[in-house]
């Protein structure tokens, strides 16, 4: 397995592959990943100059042979269980921005959800959070 993450690159290789899980990862898309690094506590102390070569990171991986689920491996051991809704719900984050969640993007969120042993109630409640924080 390649190397290990840090704690901040692990919540940033989420949010990554949530973005281009479409296979199309827009300027929009990984201006909002910038905005939540710059703004969440979780993200303290992070070089945002690193965002744009750990999204590089992340696609590397990603595009190896069993990419996906190497990088959700990575991401699990790099998380301290109290950060793991954290990750999903940074996961959500991107995924509920363009207030339309495709099925790519269902499935990437049960990966991660039963990778990083989350409950279900837990994962209702941060996709709600999501839907009333997008709704127009």
Do not use: W
């Not at 954290?86 to 921005?97: P, S």
């Amino acid at each position: 397995m390649p190397s290990s993450l840090s704690q901040h690159e692990a919540l940033v290789y989420v949010m990554v592959m949530m973005s281009a899980v479409d296979r199309d990862m827009t300027d929009d898309e990984f201006a909002r990943i910038g905005g939540l690094v710059r703004f969440l506590p979780a993200f303290d102390g992070f070089d945002e100059n690193e965002l744009i070569h750990i999204g590089r990171e992340c696609a590397t991986q990603l595009a190896a042979p069993e990419g996906l689920d190497v990088t959700l491996e990575m991401v699990r051991e790099a998380l301290p269980q109290r950060l793991h809704d954290t990750a999903y719900a940074l996961a959500v984050e991107i995924a509920a921005a363009d207030q339309r969640i495709r099925n790519e993007e269902i499935r990437l969120l049960q990966l991660l959800r039963d990778r990083l042993q989350l409950d279900k109630l837990t994962c209702a409640a941060i996709e709600r959070g999501a839907i009333a924080r997008f709704r127009k």
